[in-house]
């Protein structure tokens, strides 16, 4: 399995900006698919966006759509989230997922490998 930690989380004001990172070790990064879920108290983990090998297919949940921005860099084994204009409701802990088969699906059980999660919250 490949192994994810991601980072960038932090406190952020309605507006503001953040960019999560998420760096893949272990197992080659080659050939797999990658995502961004989030999971708020009480709701259970959704798909934010996803990201094919070669960026070919990109997806994202209607609310972000606009918003947020899916990318990679397969010469570093990294992802990105770049979220901008935050809105209260995208408070959750946002989790980076890898899936070996190089499709997207919005469905958490497809996704193999996940990484422990890092907190945003946007709030005045």
């Known amino acids: 399995q490949v192994q994810l930690v991601e980072s960038g989380g932090g406190l952020v004001q309605p507006g503001g900006s953040l960019r999560l990172s998420c760096a893949a070790s272990?197992?080659?990064?080659?050939?797999?698919?990658m995502g961004w879920f989030r999971q708020a108290p009480g709701e259970e983990r959704e798909f934010v966006a996803g990201?094919?090998?070669?960026?070919?297919?990109?997806d994202y949940r209607d609310s972000v759509k606009g918003r947020f921005t899916v990318s990679r860099d397969n010469a570093k084994n990294t992802v990105y989230l770049q979220m901008n204009s935050l809105k209260s409701e995208d408070t959750a802990v946002y989790y980076c997922?890898?899936?070996?088969?190089?499709?997207?699906?919005?469905?958490?059980?497809?996704?193999?490998?996940w990484g422990q999660g890092t907190q945003v919250t946007v709030s005045s």
């Open positions: 997922a890898a899936k070996s088969h190089n499709t997207l699906s919005p469905k958490p059980a497809l996704w193999g490998s």
């Open positions: 990201i094919s090998w070669l960026g070919r297919s990109i």
């Open positions: 272990g197992r080659t990064f080659s050939g797999y698919a």
